[in-house]
């Protein structure tokens, strides 16, 4: 629609044509032309009139043309009425009380149009409240006195908007933001709590029997204000009396419960809120809303929100424990501390619940509760049965449920994998308190679960191998080395049971877990290696008919080779063949991916290279099993690239591209050229590297395709030396061609990596391919994009960071010839880009990669006749980027980073005096420097500093030199 027929429609809102757009929302035209229509509506000066006026009138009988309306006034309040007219103000202001007005309220509105209406007044409110609407909670209250249920209703969303506007802590607001809502807190307290109060009273009292939104809405309101107000408005007879009746009442106690939690977390006085914790708690009991046990027919829900209410119970009074006992208040702090203890039968009773939804929210209270223990020197015979009571709690709540689903986990098993962590936190402090009581109970656990291991549910036996899993880290690192350990009996017994044979997935992966967490305990105990080794490979570990088991094995199983590679050269051959077996059938593992996946296979294929380096075999022998591995995957290789070069099958491109990363993993054992050649495997990678090679010529999915030929080529670049050369210049040519942006940023690492190995032995081709390359990333970095768009603003950015650390790697490892050897119009044309870096980027790290380039080139080419034309570039250009760039405002002296890029750019023109002398020197001090209008006293100053001072010294100096200078063009 054109312009013209928005503005024809604009004398009121088009309900049928937005019903349209709504109703073909995930039609991008219909979604551009909704989007065009709001904008029209909400830069002109009357589209808030008409929206209001209609829905005032109901006009319109959709929910969703009415939230249009609402959303364009919500703009309205949010960005203009501040600077709108009076009349204006006053109409909006009419036009709100409208909708209080018990004619208005007589339609019944979906939530979240109540919601967005009282959106609209909270951003009203905070605009106009006190100066411009004294009266607001006035008027309010009057529509409130004279309306219905309706009218009340609304007036309570208003004052949970408010809240949301002024308090709600989880809203980021500015520092002008903060002081004016603590004014309107003030102004509120001062003047209209007290009337809000009594407001809520009576419609508890007058509503209790038939409106329960009412009555919760209330409670909520009280629970979000109770924060900021005086508690005695609220703690008092006749309003706690109330919300206890309520605990009563099945469809308003969940309210009434969390209206208490927030009442019991204000802030307050210790010994009050003592008081006040106390009286709640004895009702609670009283009445039986706490107990110690749990009951048949419990309300989860319910539940839930009483252990979430005894948390904040706890929280508080350790809490106040904590400030009388920093206070010096010894007495006091003992007070509080058995009020604590009163309350743990109950802590340990929700925490051990059987719904993980009523034991999750007590957590922090039990954490909490331990960090009491933790300050306590000498802890009671009575301290350590609540500890230990806490460590069973914790283990039972560790226990799978029967109903988990393995292998189709949805959200209830996310949740409890969260809350395992959790619990795990828990376990790691009561660790910390009693080691010894935690390892009795871990052995104790562990021992008379494997003593009856075929009875056992898996939920039991998992738990148990977990608990020994969890103590890693904590106590294990004390005990590798200390015989007969309760550690290292608990593995002794794990290793030497029937475990690994056990009939389920989740005691089978956590076996293995622990295991690999422990690979420390074989190297002392390599008699246990061969058995396990070849569970490791057998029916129930890598060949399990569970694929869930054969996933995670896949990786563990790479990292246990690792860690006892030294130990299995004896049985290296035999794992190998045993992994040859799984690797047989390459073309249906890669088709139909049923057994094994193309990222499961490479833990495998490298777990295939640690064997054949740790074997006990020659190097011919051992070249000869590296190439029974390589050789399939030449030959699959060869067929899927004939495929590629006939169809642009994608699945196919994913096989070359894992084939590719099959060959790089049984490289990764060997971290340089000598292991390779002492391994016999030279001629083995060397002979691959032209067939992967080969997919630079791909056409079809080349970014795929590349991805596998650059990692090989980086494992190559450290398993070979001259053997790589040849193969240079064509790869250059081929990565280069075509090139994106994101494939120069792949590119340019793998460039690096080059330039820092073989240095001057590829002078000649980067001489050769310097320019191409650096035109590309030029041509990339002209292409327009979205500034506004912050992942096209990040892709552009990661570009020039690329660029950078090309020329980076040249200058640091004596290559700038590449450059100079350009001819001096490329060579400025490289300078200015650097320059450009080094003033105006974003990001102070990046800023000192340039500085360093061009410390580097001051140092190579500052000297006479060195490069033509530079010295004058130098005084002309790299001279003002010094002072430049800290003078930015954007050039933060207090980010880490930034500081760091002083130090850089002070030792560019410490090197240019180096190289210059006095020459450089008198530049400074009588051109350039009073060209910044610095008065003569700071200009010596300044340069005395600059030549003499050390680093350590040098920067504070230039930090406050730069500030002062900055402020001053600033005047």
Not at 70 to 77: P, S
Not at 640 to 659: I, K, P, R, T
Not at 870 to 896: S, W
Request: proline letters at 3%; aromatic letters at 10%; a negative charge.
């Amino acid at each position: 629609l054109t312009t013209c027929t928005w503005r024809c429609r604009r004398v009121a809102m088009d309900d049928r044509l937005l019903l349209g757009l709504y109703d073909d929302v995930t039609n991008v035209e219909a979604h551009s032309t909704l989007l065009r229509y709001f904008q029209e509506l909400t830069s002109s000066p009357d589209g808030w009139k008409i929206c209001a006026t209609d829905f005032a009138k109901r006009v319109h009988s959709s929910d969703e043309v009415k939230f249009f309306s609402l959303r364009v006034m919500e703009q309205h309040a949010r960005q203009k009425h501040a600077y709108s007219s009076d009349d204006d103000i006053l109409a909006f202001r009419r036009e709100l009380l409208s909708w209080l007005q018990p004619l208005q309220m007589q339609h019944e509105e979906k939530v979240f149009i109540k919601k967005k209406m009282a959106q609209i007044f909270g951003l009203v409110f905070v605009v106009d409240y006190p100066s411009k609407w004294p009266d607001f909670f006035t008027d309010l209250l009057n529509c409130v006195e004279m309306g219905s249920p309706a009218v009340a209703e609304m007036f309570l969303r208003i004052l949970l908007a408010i809240d949301e506007e002024v308090v709600d802590r989880q809203v980021i607001h500015t520092a002008e933001e903060n002081v004016r809502n603590t004014s309107i807190k003030d102004t509120m307290r001062d003047h209209h709590v007290h009337l809000l109060v009594d407001c809520w009273y009576q419609m508890l009292v007058a509503n209790e029997c038939d409106q329960v939104v009412i009555c919760s809405l209330v409670l909520e309101v009280i629970g979000k204000y109770i924060s900021w107000i005086d508690i005695n408005l609220i703690a008092n007879d006749r309003f706690v009396g109330l919300i206890l009746k309520y605990l009563s009442a099945a469809q308003l106690r969940e309210s009434a419960i969390d209206c208490l939690h927030e009442i019991v977390s204000k802030g307050m006085e210790p010994l009050s809120k003592l008081n006040l914790v106390e009286s709640f708690f004895k009702v609670l009991v009283e009445v039986g809303i706490l107990t110690t046990a749990a009951s048949m027919d419990q309300d989860v829900d319910f539940e839930a929100k009483v252990s979430k209410f005894l948390n904040g119970i706890g929280v508080a009074l350790v809490a106040s424990w904590s400030k009388l006992v920093k206070g010096g208040q010894d007495e006091s702090a003992k007070v509080v501390l058995e009020a604590i203890e009163t309350k743990l039968p109950y802590l340990y009773r929700y925490l051990s619940d059987e719904d993980d939804g009523v034991s999750e929210p007590i957590i922090t209270f039990a954490v909490q509760y331990i960090g009491i223990m933790k300050r306590c020197s000498n802890l009671s015979d009575t301290d350590r049965a609540h500890l230990q009571s806490l460590l069973f709690a914790v283990i039972n709540k560790l226990k799978y449920d029967e109903g988990y689903k393995f292998g189709s986990e949805g959200e209830e098993e996310a949740s409890f994998m969260e809350y395992r962590k959790e619990l795990k936190v828990l376990f790691d402090n009561i660790v910390q308190i009693d080691q010894d009581m935690v390892l009795q109970t871990a052995h104790s656990l562990l021992s008379t679960t494997l003593a009856s291991l075929h009875t056992q549910t898996f939920m039991n036996v998992e738990v148990a191998i977990r608990v020994l899993y969890m103590l890693g880290g904590v106590i294990v690192d004390k005990q590798y080395g200390v015989p007969n350990s309760p550690w290292q009996l608990m593995m002794s017994m794990m290793v030497s049971s029937e475990l690994c044979n056990y009939n389920h997935s989740a005691v089978i992966i956590q076996y293995y877990e622990t295991v690999v967490r422990y690979e420390k305990f074989f190297t002392v105990n390599s008699q246990c290696i061969v058995p396990l080794m070849k569970s490791f490979v057998g029916s129930n570990g890598l060949r399990s008919p569970n694929k869930a088991v054969r996933s995670r094995l896949s990786y563990l199983f790479v990292r246990f080779v690792k860690g006892v590679k030294l130990q299995i050269s004896c049985i290296a051959e035999e794992l190998l063949e045993d992994l040859k077996e799984i690797f047989s059938n390459l073309t249906l593992a890669l088709q139909t991916k049923e057994y094994f996946s193309g990222n499961e296979l490479i833990f495998l294929y490298e777990a295939a290279g640690i064997l054949v380096a740790s074997s006990i075999q020659l190097p011919e022998n051992k070249a000869q099993m590296m190439k029974s591995l390589l050789d399939p995957i030449v030959t699959h290789l060869k067929i899927y690239f004939d495929q590629m070069a006939e169809s642009a099958n994608e699945e196919v491109a994913q096989n070359v591209h894992f084939l590719m990363s099959f060959a790089s993993r049984l490289t990764k054992v060997f971290t340089n050229y000598q292991q390779v050649k002492q391994c016999g495997c030279l001629e083995c990678f060397a002979e691959v590297l032209p067939v992967i090679l080969h997919g630079l010529e791909v056409q079809r999915h080349k970014e795929l395709v590349h991805s596998g030929v650059r990692q090989y080529l980086h494992r190559m670049v450290i398993c070979l030396e001259d053997e790589l050369l040849k193969y240079v210049p064509m790869t250059f040519s081929l990565l280069l061609k075509d090139c994106k942006s994101q494939d120069i940023q792949d590119f340019v690492p793998l460039l690096n990596q080059l330039i820092v190995k073989y240095k001057l032995k590829i002078f000649p081709c980067l001489n050769e391919f310097f320019m191409p390359a650096v035109q590309t990333i030029n041509r990339c970095l002209s292409e327009p994009y979205d500034p506004l768009d912050r992942e096209e603003e990040r892709q552009h950015q990661s570009l020039q960071k690329c660029y950078y650390l090309f020329i980076s790697s040249l200058a640091t490892n004596e290559m700038t010839g590449v450059i100079s050897n350009q001819g001096l119009e490329n060579v400025e044309r490289v300078l200015e880009a650097v320059l450009n870096g080094a003033v105006n980027f974003p990001d102070p790290s990046v800023q000192k990669i340039c500085f360093g380039i061009i410390k580097k080139l001051v140092d190579c080419w500052a000297a006479e006749g060195a490069l033509p034309g530079f010295v004058e570039y130098m005084y002309q250009h790299i001279i003002p980027a010094c002072f430049m760039a800290p003078l930015k405002r954007t050039f933060d002296f207090n980010d880490g980073h930034a500081y760091l890029t002083l130090n850089e750019l002070a030792s560019v023109l410490k090197v240019i005096i180096l190289k210059r002398g006095n020459e450089a020197v008198l530049y400074l001090q009588n051109c350039y420097l009073p060209s910044l209008k610095i008065s003569p006293h700071f200009v010596i100053e300044f340069l005395s500093k600059l030549q003499e001072s050390e680093s350590r010294v040098l920067k504070p100096y230039l930090k406050v030199f730069f500030s002062q200078l900055r402020t001053l063009h600033e005047l």
